[in-house]
C-alpha cells in the first residue's frame, strides 16, 4: 500500500560530529552540563489523500503546518509531531478502510481527512469505532448528523445557505437557476432551493457534469433565465467558463455566483471587460496581515508549481482548511497534555475494535479550541464549525476579483461597495426603448428636421435621459407599434401593448405613465416608482344654479317655516286667552276714580298677534305683559325668536355666498348609483383592470355598468374620453397625473372626489434584466435630489398654458351679495307697504261709511270732507276719533264755542282737549260744518 512515514530532517545528518564539535567548544561550565535539555516525546498524526492530491496543495500545506508547530515552541515544546501519509482512490471504500486499519496499528493519535465526501463517512465511522479523534474539512455532510468524534472545520451547510440567501436577497432576484455537478453540492444548497428568499422566486435546478456543460447553459439562455448559481469542483469550473464563452453568455445582462472558495484563482479575462457580474465568497481572510505573512512563508517553502499558494498570490481554501486542521489539532494536543505529559500512543486495531482510553478526553480538548485561522475565527460546537465569516468578492473591470463586503451569521450580508452591483461603468451598450404618445409623457417634438430621440419630448424622455446617464447606457426610443400599455386576454392568456413587446424581447426598456401592477409584474420587472398616483374622476365643471328671487328663505326649509308661522299664531292666541284669565292684566282707564267700576285690558287679539310680531320682528310694540303668566309666555317666545333669528342670520350668510351647483356628483359612490350620467375608463389599461379585478362592491358595480355599455363607455384612448367629457353628461376615470395635466389646462374641467386607490409608475424591464436594479437606485437619487419634482414642475405647471381659475373660495373671501340674491326682501317689502296702503284706503272707506250714516249724509260728502280734514290736520296734532260715545266714560257733557272770527281760531285738536280737561270733563270730541263765519265747530262730550 502507498505510504509516506517520516518527520522533519533536521539540517545536519551526522549526530556524532555535532556531538564532537559542541563538547570542544562548549565550556565545562556552560549550563549545557548542568541543565540537561528535557526529552521530546513524538506524536504520530495520520493524514489520508486521495490520489488526485498526492504530493498537491493540500498535502504540501499539511506539511509546511506539522514542520511549523515542530519548529515553534509555543504550541507543543515537548511534542514532535510525525505524519503517516496514505493515498486511497476516491471510488475505493474498502481499500480506504485497510489504510486507516494500517495507520492505527501504526499508533496515530489522530486522522485528518479525506476531504472526499464519500470515503469521509467511512473514516469517520472507523475513528468513532475505537475512540481515535478524526478531523476533516469536507462539504456534503448532512445537516443535523451525529459528530461522533470528527471535527469538521468546513463550514455548515445552514451557515453557508443563510449566506447564499442573503446575497440572492439583496440582488432581488425573482428567477434564477442552479446548475450542480454531486450531490453534494446540492445538499449545500438544498435550504436555499426549498425556502428561496423570495414568494415568487423561479428556481431552475439542472444537474451537469463538464460534458454537458454547454447543454444546460444553452437551455438556460433559451429560457431567458440570466441569474445562475454555479456549484461545481473547483478544478471544473475552467471548463465551465470555456462553455459560456462558447454560448456568448459573457455579457452584462448574466450574473453567475460561484460557489467555490478559489475564484480568485481563475482566469477571467474574458469575462471582466464585457462587465459580466460574478460573484463568490472567499473563506481565506485575505486581508489579515498574519494572513499575508503565512501565504508569504508557505509561497517559499512549497515546491514550485505545485503548491497551496497560487501565481497570483492567493491561498487556496481547502490548503487553508488544512492547516487550521493541523493548528487545531496541535493546540487541542497542547491542552491536553498540560500537566500530565504526552499520551501514550494507542494500541488499537481494528480486528479488536478496542477503545482508546485517552480518545475522548483528547478530543473534548480539540473540541474547545478557539483560534483566528487562515480561514477566519474558528470555533466549534458539538464538533462543528460555527461564526464563519466570509468576504463577497465580485469582477471588477480591473483587477479581477475584489473585496465589496462580508457576511457573518449574526450582522448578515454588509455591502461595502455598492457601485460594483449599481455602480457607475459605462458599457458601450445602446438599449432599445418602447413607449407611446400622451401628454406631459411622451410627446412628438414639433420640427420637421427630427431625427433619433430628438423627435420626443416629456417628462418620461427628461427621466429616461437622467437615468441613462447616471446608469451608463444608451437609448433609442421607439414607439410601440400596438399604442397601449398592454393586457392580458382573459381567454388566451396572452399579453399586448408594451408588455408584449418586453416579454418577446423586442425591447430592453418600456419608459411610459405604465403602471405597476401584480399581473405585469409577474411576466416582467419594475424599477421603483418614479411617480405616485390613483384613479380618479374627470367630469365637466358644472354650471351654477340660477338665482331665485326669494333666496333669502332659503337658511330655513319650508316645514321650518310653516312651524315659525303656526308658533306664532299659537303663541298669540296663547297670550290673548293668558292676559284674559289673569286679573293682573285688567287696569282701570280712569286712575284718578278709585271707585270707577269700568276696567280694560290692552291685550286684546289684534294687540297680541301685533305684540308677538314686534317681538318676533326684534322691534318693540309699545305692549308690555304685567302678570307673572304673560310675561312667562313672553321670555319663552323671546327665546324662541333669539334662536330662530341667530339661525337664520348664521345661515343666510352660507347660502348667499357659496355659489351652489347643479350636480350632484361628488364621489364614486354617486355615480354608482345613479344612470343618467354615463362614466367609463380607458380600454384595456391598468384603470380598467382595476375596475374588472375589484373586490369593493361600488367598484364591481361600476364595472358591471361599464361592461353592460362597453361600446359607448369604453375609449380607445385618453384623448376621446376628456372630448366625451367637453361634451357633458360623461365622467371619465383615469389616472390622477394625467387629470391633474388636463385639469390645469381647461378651466370647463375638474376633479371630482379623491383617489380610488394608489399605485406608482415605473419603468418597465423584461424579467431578469440587470439594469432595474441599477436604475432603481438612479430614480431613488433623482427623488431624494429633487429632480423629479422639479421635472414635474415643468411638465405640468410653467408650460405657460395653465388656465387661470376664478374660483371662489368661502374659506378665505365671502362673495358680495347682489340684488339677485336678496331682491326678495325688497319685494317683500313692497308687498307689505302695498298691504297697508290697501287696509288703509279700506279703514278709510270703513269710517267713512260709518260717520255718514250716523250724520245722515251721502258717504261721498263724509269722505270729502275727511280728506278736507286730512289735508288740514298736520302732524304732530292728533286727530279725535268723531261721534264715538264709550260706555266707560260717565262726565257731564261741555260745549265749547270758539272765539269770534277776529279771534285766532283754535289750530288743532289739542287746544279741545285741553279745554275739555280745564272743565274738568273727559270724553270724545267732533267736528261738524259750521256757518261761513264759523266754518268749524268743536263739540266736546264728557
Sequence with gaps: MPSMIGRPQTPFQQPGLVLVLVLTLVPASSPLFTRPPQKRTTATVGAIFTEEQRSGPIETAFKYAIQTINEGTDILPNITLEYDIRYVHRDDSFHTAKNVCG?????????????????????????????????????????????????????????????????????????????????????????????????????????????????????????????????????SIPLFLRALLQLQMNDYRYHFIFTSFDTETFDLEDFRYNLVNMTAFRLVASSQPAVRRTV????????????????????????????DSVNVFARGLHAFTAGRGAPAPPNVTCERLTAWEDGLSLLNSIAAVRLDGLTGPVELIEGRRTGVRLELLKLANRGGMRPVGRWSRRHGITITNRTAFFGTGRPNVTLLVTTILERPFVMVKSGSNLTGNARFEGFCVDLLERVAKATGFQYQIELAPEGNFGTRDPVTGEWSGLVRQLIDKKADLAVASM??????????????????????????????????????????????????????????????????????????????????????????????????????????????????????VGSIWWFFTLIIISSYTANLAAFLTVERTSTNIESAADLANQEEIEYGTLEGGSTMTFFRDSKIETYRKMWRFMESRRHSVLVSSYQEGVQRVRQGNYAYLMESTTLDYIVQRDCNLTQVGGLLDSKGYG??????????????????????????????????????????????????????????????????????????????????????KKNAQTDRQSICMEMATELRFAMRCHAPRQRPALRRSCARCHATNATYVPPPPTAAPPVGCDVIASRLAENGGSGKVRRSMGSAAHPDVWEGAG
Design 763 to 848: 419603468i418597465a424591464t423584461p424579467a431578469g434584466s440587470v439594469w432595474r436594479d441599477r436604475m432603481s437606485l438612479a430614480i431613488l437619487d433623482l427623488q431624494e435630489s429633487g429632480v423629479i419634482q422639479m421635472l414635474y414642475n415643468k411638465w405640468w405647471k410653467d408650460t405657460g398654458d395653465v388656465c387661470n381659475r376664478d374660483e371662489k373660495k368661502s374659506d378665505s373671501k365671502a362673495s358680495e351679495l347682489g340684488i339677485e340674491n336678496i331682491g326678495g326682501v325688497f319685494v317683500v317689502l313692497l308687498c307689505g307697504l302695498a298691504l297697508a296702503m290697501i287696509v288703509a284706503v279700506l279703514e278709510f272707506c270703513w269710517n267713512s
Design 103 to 235: 495507520q492505527l496499528r501504526r499508533g496515530v493519535v489522530a486522522i485528518l481527512g479525506p476531504s472526499d465526501p464519500l470515503l469521509g463517512p467511512h473514516v469517520q465511522s472507523i475513528c468513532d469505532a475505537v475512540d481515535v479523534p478524526h478531523l476533516e474539512a469536507r462539504v456534503g455532510e448532512a445537516a443535523g448528523g451525529a459528530a461522533g468524534l470528527s471535527v469538521n472545520l468546513h463550514p455548515a451547510h445552514g451557515e453557508l445557505a443563510s449566506a447564499y440567501g442573503d446575497l440572492i436577497g439583496f440582488l432581488n432576484w425573482s428567477r434564477m437557476a442552479v446548475v450542480y455537478e454531486d450531490n453534494a453540492g446540492l445538499l449545500q444548497l438544498q435550504t436555499l432551493v426549498g425556502t428561496p428568499p423570495g414568494a415568487d422566486m423561479e428556481v431552475y435546478i439542472r444537474q451537469a457534469d463538464p460534458a454537458d456543460y454547454r447543454h444546460v447553459l444553452s437551455d438556460i439562455k433559451n429560457k431567458n433565465i440570466f441569474n445562475v448559481i454555479v456549484d461545481t469542483r473547483t478544478e
Design 515 to 632: 403602471t405597476i401592477n401584480y399581473d405585469r409584474e409577474s411576466v416582467i420587472d419594475f424599477t421603483k416608482p418614479f411617480m405616485n398616483l390613483g384613479i380618479s374622476i374627470l367630469f365637466k365643471v358644472p354650471k351654477s344654479q340660477p338665482t331665485r328671487l326669494f333666496s333669502f328663505m332659503n337658511p330655513l326649509a319650508v316645514e321650518i317655516w310653516l312651524y315659525v308661522m303656526a308658533a306664532y299664531v299659537i303663541v298669540s292666541f296663547t297670550m290673548f286667552v293668558m292676559a284674559r284669565f289673569s286679573p293682573y292684566e285688567w287696569n282701570n282707564p280712569h286712575p284718578c276714580f278709585d271707585d270707577n267700576d269700568v276696567v280694560e285690558n290692552q291685550f286684546s287679539v289684534s294687540n297680541s298677534f301685533w305684540f308677538i310680531t314686534g317681538t318676533l320682528l326684534r322691534q318693540g310694540s309699545g305692549l308690555n305683559p304685567k302678570a307673572a303668566s304673560t310675561r312667562i
Design 296 to 323: 508569504t512563508r508557505m509561497a517559499a517553502f512549497q515546491p514550485v508549481g505545485v503548491g497551496p499558494v497560487h501565481p497570483r498570490g492567493v491561498l487556496q481554501a481547502s490548503s487553508a482548511l488544512m492547516v
